[in-house]
Structures are given as structure tokens and as C-alpha cells.
């Protein structure tokens, strides 16, 4: 009978208070269609990239009004958060988790217009309620401390030393009104920090169908973290739409590239085994082509994949809080595609003839399938109906270190406008180590490839120096590309050389030095193309910085040495100091400790063997 107490009180219980929740949650989302409509909505976008990838973006959206927020009144924006939120006066929050290089010579522009996108890493960045910069910055410590905990990640490790201020590469995303006086914006970075799945756990925890139903139950940390670019962000900001309550929104999208060849290995048995010859994809237009010959084709021209075949499993249904008027899945492809669904999905064509949308049951796993289209006979496909063109990109950046040595180094940073008749004006921002002592008079920005190269580049330049063990070096420029032109920005710097008791356990591997952020800006001129009518934003890849490395096995040899040293000669000369040297005819002799010894024991044993011989 205790027993079954104790099973109906630890099981039991909690099972009927959340069936009374679901059904209170779903009572109250039938009772009131227009509110349920915009408090949550998730939509899973599909868009098949160059050399047999796939981009997959997942995208969950909820609001919760002010005034219930404030009142502690968490429906669908999670209570864990909001409490954190809540308690250090954050008025907006951005966090990323990201992992992997977008190609973007071969994938085209980013996904979201990078505004989603973070540094290799984990990145953040929050305006945070205070009076003070001191008041700021031990809110923001509690921050990254709560959200370290939170997230399975180190956050806490994001001190002073790793924190800025941007001043040119930030702008708040949410309606603050008259609040925005009093915010203080605060920045933070670790290109170190390994983006795993205990990351993706509890960033699942905060949707409302905690990864069981609707999109969120294709992800799945091994094909996730498998793929060869990903992106996890979560960014929470207040709404105001005129004439209408104030919300705080939360928005958490996922963004991955999947290697389609790589993605359809079954789970059970991962190692890639050569395909028996009856399933190699050859191209049949070479001449040398035979029965026993084949040439790999080319992975432009497309592979063969379904949805359940890539993640591992099928799409379980619809989560019942979302909107129903928004489609879960949307597919960016060209109109003559074939593409088959699951019995009972609806598609939904859009206008511009290059993305389809599916609605499906709530009830009910779906899944689709895009086969491998035929490039030969008479319905021959080409590539262009099989993937949509990528988008070129505004702006093409990289940065790489020059220079050799210990002593001194360099940043090259080459960024690229590839559009033939429009400028673009963005805002470089990095934030290094205090070890990297840049020096800004070598400043250089070159420009090739325009005959306008008398033109200013750089317009505006925002330094913070760095303070050695408090503070990093803060670089923001604003500058202006010509058209079709490719600037080169080159700067110096110096290396510190560290504590040994401040070298990580993987000194020799180097440093890492986080990823610089290019923000660019909206133009002004009403006839330019629509993406330079927004904001947007790419990140450069990390750097690894070799500092002077002492050799950490000396300091131990030397104790081993001057320890065995100082053993011999304290031993010999204790024993000169201490002992007493005597011949070896005087070892009976009563002198010393040890003849006075061997005489009391020859007394003891002649006293025992007299009494011995007196009882006899």
C-alpha cells in the first residue's frame, strides 16, 4: 500500500496537472482564435544549395504581452527565462551557438540576411536597465552567470576582459521608447567554446512542444551537429504595433547546411563503405564510360533525398499551439521539381513560382521525397529545375594573420563588393585579447580594382586600447566600398607574453581570437536593390594566435633535479654531522647508545638463566 502512495503521489499527480494545463492551453486557444494566431507560430524552410547540400532553417516565434509578463504570467514565453530576464532588467537579448564556415562563394547569401548569425562559438549581446556602468556590469556578470547555468554553456566565463561596448555595429531590434536612455548595451564572446549537444537540450526545453511535436521533432543533436554549417539563436525583444498592447516576442531559429550524401547514412552503421557497382552515380557522356569504368558524376547535378531519410525520422505531426494559417514547411525549389508528400499534405504554390508550402494533419507523421530527376530523354531535366540560383552576397569578407615570429604580427582582412554599380557601407568592428597589442598608426586600407582609389575608405574610427588583465582592444571603422572593388585592411600588433599560470592545459595549440563583425548598413537611396535597403550582417571566420609558449616540462624537471640534488647532499652531510664513527673490535665496548644496549640485555638474559638454574 506505501507503495502505490508513493507511486501516485511522484507519478500520478503531476500527470493530471499537466493534462489540466494541455487542456486549459488548448481550451483557451479554440475559445479565442485571433489571440492563439499571433502567440506562437513555427515554420520549417527547405532550400537545396550547390554541391549536394541542403539548408534547413527552423523558426519558432512567440509573444506574451507586457503586462502579463511583468506580472509573472508566462504562457507561452518560458517561465525559466523570464524569470532571469526579469531579475537583471534585460530589456532585450540576443545569444548565439554557432558552429562551422558558410561558404559563401558556393551557398550565395546568408540565411535571414546573417541578422541570425553569430561567431564561431558562443556570442552575446543585451541592454541591460542600469544607472550606472558599474550597476551594468555586475548585472550583466549575474546575466552570464544565470544563462551559463541555463544553457549548459560557459557564459561565466565571459568577463571583463571579453566584454566591449559597441559604440557604431549594434542597434536595438525592439520598441523602447523613452527607455532607451537608460540602456546600456553590453558584448560578449567565446570563439573558444564548443557547441555540443547539451546546448541543444535545453534550447528545445523553452518551445512550447518541447521537441515531441510539429518541426521541432526532426532535431536531433547527431544529424545537427553533423552538419557542415550550423547556427542556433534565440533573440528576445519588446513589440509595439501602433494602436495595440506591447509585447516581448521571442524568436529561436536553428540554421543548418546538411551534406546530403553524408546525411543519408543510416545511424546504426556510419561508416562510409564503397557502394556496390549497380548504385555508383557515373556520368554516362564520357567516352571511356563502360561496363566495368565509371566516372563520378558531379554533385551539381543533384542528389536524390526525402525528409525522414536526412533526420533520421519523420515529422510527427503539427504542434497543436501553432498557427494554423502558417504552413510548417516550406520548400525553396523551382516550379518543375517534382517533389511527392505523405497521403493528406496540401501544397500551397506561391506566386513567385519558387517555394511551396505544405499544410498536413495535426495527427500523423509527414514526410517528403524529391527523387533524382533524369537529364536524359525526353523530359530531361537540367540544373536550373532542379536548385534555385543562390543570391549573391553583398559583401565578401575574410581575414587571415601575417607576419612570423613570437614577437610581432599582422591582420589582413580582404573584403569584397561584387556588385558592379552600388557602394556599400557597413561597419568592421573586432574585439581582440589584451595580449594583442594592436598598433593603430599601421592602419592601412588598400583598395583594388576601381578608378576612384582617391576616395577616403575608411569614415569614421572608434578605439578602445587595451588594458593588460582588465580590459580587451575595441576597433570599429566605418567604411564605404565602390562598386566592384576590393579593399585590403592590414593592421600590426605586438604579443604579450602571459603568466604560466595564465596558459590554458592546451597552450601550444594557441589562442582563439574571436570572429569580426561586419554590420551592414541601410542605404539611403530609394533606387538601390531591396537588400541593401535593410540591415545585415556576415561574420568573418576565427583566428588561432600562437603566443610564446615556455616549455611547461622544465619547471618540473628542475624540482626533480634540484630535489634529487639536495637529498644527496643533506643525506651525506647529516649523517657526518650526527653520526658517530668506531671501530669494529669497540662495538661491545659500553661507550655509545648501542653498547649500552647490548650490555643491558647480556644483564637481563644472565639474571633469567640464573633464576633458571636456582629453581632446578
Partial sequence: MRHFLLYYYYYLIPLVFIFVDVFAASASASASPSTSTSDYHEQLNLKPLPQSSLLASFNFRSNTSLSQFE??????????????????????????FSLGRWDAESWGARPWDGT???????????WLE?????????????????LSGLFCASLNFIDETRTTRPVMSFRPEGDHGSTLDKLHLLHGVLPHEIVCTENLTPFLKLLPCKGKAGISSLLDGHKLFDASWQSMAIDIRPICPSGQECVLQIEQTIDMVLD?????????????????GHELKCNTSKPYHSGDTCFPSDFAEGEDWSLDRLFGKSLKGVCPLTDPDIPPVCIHVPERRDIFTTVGATEIKLPSGLSRCYQFPTEGDFSMILPRMSQEGDNAKTIADETVQPETPLLYAERSFTGHGQERGGVQSILRNPSPDTWVEFVYMESLPWFMRIYLHTLQARVE??????????????YRPALDRVRGTQLELRMRIPPASTVFLTYDFEKSILRYTEYPPDANR???????????????FPDAPPALQKTSNLRTTSLLLSLPTPDFSMPYNVIIFTSTAIALAFGGLYNILVRR?????EGLETGGLKGKLTLLAAKLSAKFKGAKGKVD
Fill in 130 to 146: 542600469a544607472d550606472t556602468e558599474e550597476q551594468a556590469d555586475q548585472k550583466w556578470l549575474t546575466l552570464t552567470n544565470a
Fill in 581 to 585: 664513527f668506531v671501530g669494529a673490535d
Fill in 449 to 462: 580594382g576601381t578608378l576612384d582609389a582617391k576616395h577616403d575608405i575608411i569614415e569614421e574610427i572608434y
Fill in 116 to 126: 541570425k548569425e553569430g561567431g564561431t562559438g558562443v556570442e552575446l549581446w543585451a
Fill in 510 to 524: 594557441g589562442f582563439d581570437v574571436a570572429a569580426a563583425i561586419i554590420t551592414i548598413l541601410p542605404t539611403t
Fill in 260 to 276: 546530403i550524401e553524408r546525411s543519408k547514412r543510416p545511424r546504426g552503421n556510419p561508416i562510409p563503405r564503397p557502394p556496390p
Fill in 71 to 96: 506580472a509573472h504570467n508566462f504562457r507561452y514565453f518560458p517561465r525559466s527565462l523570464g524569470q532571469i530576464l526579469q531579475h537583471v532588467g534585460t530589456k532585450e537579448l540576443h545569444l548565439r
